[in-house]
């Protein structure tokens, strides 16, 4: 089984800066893309952004293009989101995401490992 465990949430104000981390271990896959996913009240888990294995290949939702930065560090199992120049719109739970699909799978639902999440509160 795989563990995955998010850190690096909380409250900031608009225009502010978090870094997001995520420490996966268990019997993680040999090869697995990953993903940053988030859901506020009331919405459905969307995709953030999401990275390959080798980290070479890059997706990320317009809402947040330009703004946010995912990479991942293999030798120790972790995966980041740096957030820079946030906005109230982007409160929200966020969940870091596994799957041996590949780094160009956007759905949760094609994920099979999962966060427990990290609350993100930006204030106006």
């Known amino acids: 089984q795989v563990q995955l465990v998010e850190s690096g949430g909380g409250l900031v104000q608009a225009g502010g800066s978090l870094r997001l981390s995520c420490a996966a271990s268990?019997?993680?896959?040999?090869?697995?893309?990953m993903g940053w996913f988030r859901q506020a009240p009331g919405k459905e888990r969307d995709i953030v952004a999401a990275?390959?294995?080798?980290?070479?290949?890059?997706y990320y939702a317009d809402s947040v293009k330009g703004r946010f930065s995912i990479s991942r560090d293999n030798a120790k199992n972790t995966l980041y989101l740096q957030m820079n120049s946030l906005e109230p719109e982007d409160t929200a739970v966020y969940y870091c995401?596994?799957?041996?699909?590949?780094?160009?799978?956007?759905?949760?639902?094609?994920?099979?490992?999962w966060g427990q999440g990290t609350q993100v509160t930006v204030s106006s």
């Open positions: 995401a596994a799957t041996t699909r590949g780094w160009r799978y956007i759905r949760a639902n094609e994920y099979a490992y």
């Open positions: 268990g019997r993680t896959p040999s090869r697995y893309a």
């Open positions: 990275i390959s294995w080798a980290g070479g290949s890059t």
